[in-house]
C-alpha cells in the first residue's frame, strides 16, 4: 500500500462534524455512479474538512485496473465534476486515499480475499475497522453481496466498530420483490446498518421543505385542508434515456421515479411534525403519510392515473429521436416515459385534498416544483368592481433547477379602478447562501459515515411507496398501451395528463425557461 501523505489543512470552512474514520468500500467502483457522483461527492468532503484524517477507499469491480489507474480516473473525475482545479496538496492526500480491489461480486472466495485486504488498509489507515459499504452495482447483486459480506463475518459489528451498507435505487421492482430483498438483507444485518439511499434527499432543496414547514410559524396553521384547495408535484425532465435504454425499458417511469424520489417529496410536504430530528422520529412521521395514501382500485388506475411516451421533436432547438428510436429500445416498446396521477392522503390534515403528481421524459424543461395551491377568497366584496374572478394564492417550492420559494398573490394594479394584478414574492437560494460546490451525494455520504438514517429509507417506508405504485403496475400490465408514442418530445406530456386536472377545475402550472 502506498506511502500515506498527511491532510493539509481544508480549503473550505468546515461546518458540521468530521466523518468517523473509516473505509469506504466501493462496489461498482469502475461505474458511472463512481466516477460522477460518488468520486466528486468525496473530493469536496474532503475540501470541506470533513473527511476524517484516518480515511480509505477501496473500490472493487469485475474490470482489471491497478491502484495507479484507479487514481488517475479518480484524477479525472474529479476535474470534470467538481468544477475547480484539483488542489495540490488536497490532491496528495486525497489519492493516497484510494485503492482498487479486482473482483466477481457472484465469486463467494472474493469475500473472504477481501475481508484480509480490508483488515491491511485498516491497520495502515488507522480506520479503526469501521467499514462503509456503498453498493453502486446492478440491483441482481444487491442481496447478494450483503449476503457474503455477513458470511465471512464483514457485517459483525464488535469492539466498538461499525460495519454499514448504502443500497442504491432501483429497490425492487415492485412490491414483492421489495419485500423480499428487504428480508433477504434483515435476514443478515440489522436494520441499523442498512442505508437505502434515495438522492433527492440530498438536494438542500428537499431538505428545506422541512425546515420551511417547521422552522417557520406562519406557514404551518395554515397547511391543511381547511386552507390548501390541492397540491401539484411535478418533475419535468429535458433529458430522454441517455443511453440507459436497457435499464429503462424494464422500469419505466412510474417505477423509476415514483416510489423513490416522488414519494419522498409527498411525505415531507404532508408529514405531521416529528417530536425531533431524530431518525426514527422523522421517518416514522413519512411513513406514516406513506401508508395514508389511498391505494387507487382498478378503476381509480383508469381514471386516475396516466401514462405517456414520448415520440420525436423539438428541445431547444434540436430535433431528438422517439423513444422507441433510441439505442436498446425495442421499436414496439410499450414503455413509459410520462406518468401523471392523483392520488388522496386520508387523515385529518388532507382528507379530500388532491395530490397531482407527474414526471417525465423530454419535456420542454427541466424542473422540478411542488405547488401548494391555497382556496381562493371569498368574491364577494369584487362584485361591483372591473375584477373579474380572483386567482388563488400559490406558493411554490423550486426545487430544481431553480433553487427557491416564491408565494403568489394578488395586489392592486395602480390607478383610479379596483384592478388586480397577479404577483410573485421570491427568494432564491444562491441570492442569500451562494453557490456550494454540490453533487447532493456528499451530505449521505457523511450522514453514513456518522451514522445518521434520517435521510435513508427504512424497510417499511420503501415497502409503502411500492404499495401505492403496485396497483397501477398491475391494471398498466394487464392493458398494455394502445397509443404509444402519445406526446412529442419537447411537450408536457400527453393530453390526458391536462384533462386529468380540468376535470376538477383546475390546471398543472408549468414553468418555461
Ligand atoms: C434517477 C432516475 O433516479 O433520477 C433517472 O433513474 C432520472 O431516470 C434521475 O433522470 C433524476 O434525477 P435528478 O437529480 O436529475 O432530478
Not at 463475518?153 to 461499525?162: A, F, R, S, T, Y
Request: charged fraction near 25%; include cysteine.
Amino acid at each position: 500500500m502506498a506511502q500515506l501523505a498527511e491532510q493539509p489543512m481544508t480549503t473550505l470552512p468546515r461546518v458540521g462534524k468530521q466523518s468517523d474514520p473509516c473505509i469506504m468500500v466501493i462496489f461498482g467502483a469502475a461505474g458511472d455512479l463512481t466516477g460522477r457522483m460518488l468520486i466528486p461527492a468525496l473530493y469536496n468532503l474532503a475540501r470541506a474538512g470533513l473527511l476524517s484524517h484516518e480515511f480509505a477507499v477501496v473500490g472493487v469491480a469485475r474490470a482489471q485496473i491497478s491502484d495507479e489507474d484507479f487514481r488517475k480516473r479518480v484524477y479525472d473525475d474529479v476535474k470534470t465534476y467538481c468544477g475547480e482545479c484539483v488542489e495540490d496538496d488536497l490532491w496528495r492526500w486525497f489519492s493516497g486515499c484510494f485503492y482498487y480491489y479486482t473482483g466477481d461480486f457472484n465469486n463467494k472466495n472474493l469475500y473472504p480475499q477481501l475481508k484480509e485486504y480490508l483488515n491491511k488498509a485498516d491497520q495502515e489507515h488507522r480506520t479503526q475497522g469501521n467499514f462503509l459499504y456503498y453498493l453502486a452495482t446492478s440491483p441482481n447483486f444487491f442481496g447478494e453481496i450483503v449476503e457474503q459480506l455477513a458470511a465471512s463475518g464483514l457485517m459483525e459489528q464488535n469492539n466498538g466498530h461499525w460495519r454499514r451498507v448504502v443500497i442504491e435505487k432501483p429497490f425492487g421492482h415492485d412490491l414483492e420483490s421489495a419485500r423480499k430483498l428487504n428480508q433477504h438483507l434483515l435476514k443478515v444485518a440489522d436494520e441499523t446498518q442498512i442505508y437505502r439511499i434515495d438522492h433527492y434527499l440530498g438536494k438542500e432543496t428537499v431538505q428545506n421543505i422541512l425546515a420551511f414547514r417547521f422552522a417557520n410559524g406562519i406557514f404551518e396553521p395554515v397547511w391543511n385542508r381547511r386552507y390548501i384547495d390541492h397540491v401539484q408535484i411535478s418533475v419535468a425532465e429535458m433529458v430522454g434515456v441517455e443511453g440507459r435504454g436497457g435499464y429503462f425499458d424494464q422500469a419505466g417511469s412510474l417505477r423509476d421515479m415514483v416510489p423513490n424520489h416522488i414519494m419522498q417529496l409527498i411525505s415531507l410536504t404532508a408529514m405531521e411534525p416529528p417530536i425531533s430530528f431524530d431518525a426514527n422520529a422523522v421517518r416514522d412521521e413519512q411513513a406514516k403519510i406513506l401508508h395514508a395514501i389511498q391505494p387507487l382500485s382498478d378503476e381509480e388506475v383508469l381514471s386516475r392515473s396516466v401514462r405517456g411516451q414520448y415520440g420525436e421533436g423539438v428541445i431547444d432547438d434540436k430535433r431528438v429521436p422517439a423513444y422507441r428510436g433510441e439505442p436498446d429500445v425495442p421499436p414496439d416498446s410499450r414503455t413509459e416515459t410520462f406518468v401523471a396521477m392523483k392520488l388522496l392522503i386520508d387523515n385529518w390534515r388532507w382528507a379530500d385534498v388532491p395530490f397531482y403528481l407527474r414526471t417525465g421524459k423530454r419535456m420542454p424543461v427541466r424542473n422540478t416544483h411542488i405547488v401548494i395551491q391555497f382556496r381562493r377568497a371569498p368574491f364577494v366584496l369584487f362584485r361591483d368592481t372591473a375584477v373579474e374572478h380572483l386567482m388563488p394564492n400559490q406558493l411554490v417550492l423550486h426545487i430544481q433547477p431553480e433553487e427557491g420559494i416564491s408565494l403568489q398573490f394578488a395586489a392592486k394594479v395602480p390607478g383610479p379602478v379596483m384592478r388586480l394584478g397577479t404577483v410573485d414574492m421570491n427568494f432564491e437560494y444562491q441570492e442569500y447562501f451562494g453557490k456550494q460546490p454540490s453533487t447532493g451525494y456528499e451530505r449521505l455520504l457523511h450522514d453514513g459515515m456518522i451514522g445518521d438514517q434520517t435521510l435513508f429509507q427504512r424497510a417499511d417506508m420503501v415497502e409503502a411507496g411500492w404499495s401505492v405504485v403496485n396497483p397501477i403496475l398491475d391494471v398498466w400490465k394487464a392493458l398494455p398501451p394502445r397509443n404509444f408514442p402519445n406526446y412529442a418530445s419537447g411537450t408536457w406530456g400527453p393530453k390526458e395528463a391536462d384533462e386529468l386536472l380540468e376535470r376538477d377545475g383546475r390546471r398543472w402550472r408549468n414553468f418555461e425557461k
